[in-house]
């Protein structure tokens, strides 16, 4: 990302922003309510366009690709929201198996992947459930388990925690971590300063738009 801005109806969302972050890494982005996290995201996944600077990532410069390889590009990414965004009407494995209907995969195999994929999240025995019939951590954990299902090279979280308790909000940092120990790039965007210190990673600090910390651990 080098020097992005971005505005909405003449308000700055973002300031010049630029910074990169390597594969593999670990990365908190944090700041006040307001600060310009979800839109620093949403550029990532190029569910927006900057008004200017450049985005690159895993090697699609995103203002310049055509709108044709935009899915390919998605098919690389998992993204994590905080309202876990499930489908009501579905199972938990239809949820699953639904994302890699994009694959033009044989139902068998989607099938498969999709076990695969809750097994990792121990939530293999609930392939048949209703999102309603679970908890919020299992709902939280099926919609890291659509994230996974693709091996992206890159996660995207949008404030994961915030519709967990602080008991759950840890669990799910721990299981972040795990993936990303496996060689995926993980950027969770949180405003929850307990979480940060209790999971030492590298923190972008936004403010108003602006990036105004890079370091490595909690912020002050």
Do not use: C
């Not at 982005?29 to 996290?37: E, I, N, V, W």
């Not at 489908?87 to 239809?94: A, D």
């Not at 602080?166 to 969770?188: A, C, D, F, P, W």
Request: charged share 25%; aromatic share 6%.
């Amino acid at each position: 990302m080098q020097a992005v801005v971005k505005s909405y109806h003449g308000r700055p969302a973002l300031r010049g922003v630029s910074t990169h972050i390597d594969r593999s890494e670990f990365v908190f982005l944090t700041g006040p309510s307001g600060a310009g996290k979800s839109t620093f995201l949403r550029l990532l996944y190029r569910a927006e366009l900057p008004d200017s600077g450049r985005i690159v990532v895993d090697g699609f410069d995103l203002a310049e690709i055509p709108r044709r390889q935009v899915a390919d590009f998605r098919r690389r990414l998992g993204v994590i929201f905080q309202d876990f965004k499930l489908l009501r009407r579905r199972t938990v494995g239809e949820n699953i198996s639904f994302v890699l209907s994009l694959l033009d995969l044989p139902e068998r195999e989607q099938q498969r992947r999709a076990y695969l994929a809750l097994r990792q999240m121990g939530l293999q025995n609930r392939l048949g459930a209703l999102p309603d019939e679970l908890s919020g951590g299992e709902q939280q954990r099926v919609a890291i388990a659509r994230a996974l299902v693709l091996q992206p090279d890159l996660i995207l979280a949008d404030e994961p925690s915030g519709n967990l308790d602080t008991e759950r909000g840890h669990e799910l940092m721990e299981l972040l971590k795990s993936i990303n120990y496996q060689g995926t790039t993980v950027v969770v965007a949180t405003h929850d300063r307990g979480l940060i210190e209790a999971h030492a990673a590298r923190t972008l600090v936004l403010d108003r738009g602006s990036l105004v910390r890079d370091a490595w651990g909690a912020t002050q």
